[in-house]
Structures are given as C-alpha cells and as structure tokens.
C-alpha cells in the first residue's frame, strides 16, 4: 500500500496513515488492522481495494451460500467429537444439520433468504451430506483432537514491520506417536493431487 511507505517516510504512525487521494479524493487518517486473518492478507493480495472495503472501510457485505455452507460443515463436525467413538457416524452428522442450522439462523436470520422455499431449504440441508464426504478421507471414530476450534495467533516481523496474523483451525490432532496434525476442514472444490499436502500420519 503506497500510503503505508509513505506515511512511515514522513514519521506518522505504521497504524494511522494519511492517504491524501489514494483511493478516494478525500484527505482523512485510516487506521490500519494491527492483526490480520489469512483469508484477509489474501485479500491484499487479490485485490487491494477489496482490502480496504472489507479492512478499513468495513463494508456490509450480504450473507452468501458458500461462506455459510462452510461454517454449518464445521459446526457439525465440530459437534460429531462431542459423540464418543464408535457413535460418530455419517447418519449422526446428517441428523446434526438440522438443529445446527437452526442455530445459525437464531443469530443471522438474514441467512434464510438465501433460499426460495422450504423445499429448496430442505434440498440444500441434505445436499450438506456433502458432510459426509468427510467420512472417505478418514475415521472420526480414530481421532481424538487435542484442540476442537483452536485460535492461532502469531506474529511475524520486528518494530514497524511487525504483523499479528491469526485465525481459526478446525483442530489438532496428536498421534500416538508424537506427530502432530493441523486441521482445517474445506467444503470447496479439491485442490489438484499436485498441490494436496501429504499426510504426515494415519
């Protein structure tokens, strides 16, 4: 962002920075995050205006399928290892959508309208059977995460260059050997097989 470098030539502060008409014809300070989530710093590097209207500006945006897509899958499957092994079963999963969805829409009623109908709702909950996806890459009934839902913060940098990145993993997991295994479920499409990481135990 050329108004940071700018801002720290001229010995104003890294986290308020004028940017006199850098991307509007306005002159006003803009306070800068001092932590930022992956997804956010991917966003900087997509696009910078699409940064400073989601960072700086904080611009509503609407709800959208994916976004909420993902967040009931990882509740579910959160909630599958509150079942003991043995119990945590593709049927279980599909019967968790349901009271999981409920509860998003207790705290977002917004989230309904992104479908039509009842029938298009009920076709969309059991389309997230896709859940049960989750069942061919492995077991739940082997695991037992040392963390469920586990926020990482670290930061990277020294003095003005300093950054705080930080966000949510779905788990870590312990082997019985030691290894451990960072958690971060998808419900996007697979990567190709070149860039999938290799599993560093089973």
Do not use: I
């Not at 579910?76 to 119990?87: I, Y």
């Not at 309904?112 to 077991?139: I, S």
């Amino acid at each position: 962002m050329d108004g940071v470098v700018a801002g720290e030539a001229a010995g104003t502060s890294g986290s308020e920075v004028a940017e006199p008409g850098a991307l509007f014809d306005v002159d006003v300070p803009v306070r800068l995050p001092s932590a930022l989530s992956p997804s956010r710093a991917g966003d900087f590097m997509q696009c910078p205006l699409l940064f400073r209207l989601r960072v700086v500006d904080k611009v509503p945006e609407p709800p959208n399928s994916a976004a909420t897509r993902g967040t009931l899958v990882h509740a579910v499957l959160d909630r599958l290892f509150d079942l003991p092994a043995g119990g945590r079963t593709p049927d279980e999963a599909a019967a968790l959508l349901r009271p999981e969805w409920d509860r998003l829409l207790a705290k977002d009623p917004g989230l309904g309208q992104l479908f039509g109908t009842p029938q298009e709702l009920a076709e969309w909950l059991l389309g997230e059977v896709v859940a049960g996806r989750y069942f061919t890459l492995e077991d739940p009934n082997r695991l037992e995460p040392a963390e469920r839902e586990w926020f990482v913060r670290v930061a990277v940098g020294e003095g003005a260059d300093r950054l705080v990145l930080r966000g949510w993993s779905t788990g870590l997991d312990v082997a019985p050997n030691g290894l451990l295994r960072v958690v971060d479920y998808k419900t996007g499409k697979a990567p190709p097989a070149a860039m999938r990481p290799r599993p560093c135990f089973r």
